[in-house]
């Protein structure tokens, strides 16, 4: 079973910056696809960045720019680094790490709220 821990989360003024971490429990995080989501109360869940065992990412088109997603294999660990926030960033923001359809994991979430 994998375990995943955020960290980073909290409040910032609209143009602030912050940096999400995650780290994963386990021996399979080398070889797994990461990602970050978000999810605000009442709307689905939505892809923020992922990035997979070459180092290739991906992002929506509304963090493009000014999000960055990255990891260290040796910490277990994936980052977000979030410059430029807005206010329609606050959500709840979820690391997942998806190894197989079956070994598709989520963390509990860590809260971001950008406003004055």
């Known amino acids: 079973q994998v375990q995943l821990v955020e960290s980073g989360g909290g409040d910032v003024q609209p143009g602030g910056s912050l940096r999400l971490a995650c780290t994963s429990s386990?021996?399979?995080?080398?070889?797994?696809?990461m990602g970050w989501y978000r999810q605000v109360p009442g709307n689905q869940r939505e892809l923020v960045a992922t990035?997979?065992?070459?180092?290739?990412?991906k992002y929506a088109d509304s963090v493009q720019g000014r999000f960055t997603v990255s990891r260290d294999n040796a910490k277990n660990t994936m980052y977000l680094q979030m410059d430029s926030l807005k206010t329609e960033d606050t959500a709840v923001y979820y690391c997942?790490?998806?190894?197989?359809?079956?070994?598709?994991?989520w963390g509990t979430g860590t809260r971001i709220t950008v406003s004055t």
């Open positions: 386990g021996n399979i995080f080398r070889f797994a696809l």
């Open positions: 990035i997979d065992w070459r180092n290739i990412t």
């Open positions: 997942n790490l998806r190894f197989s359809t079956t070994m598709d994991y």
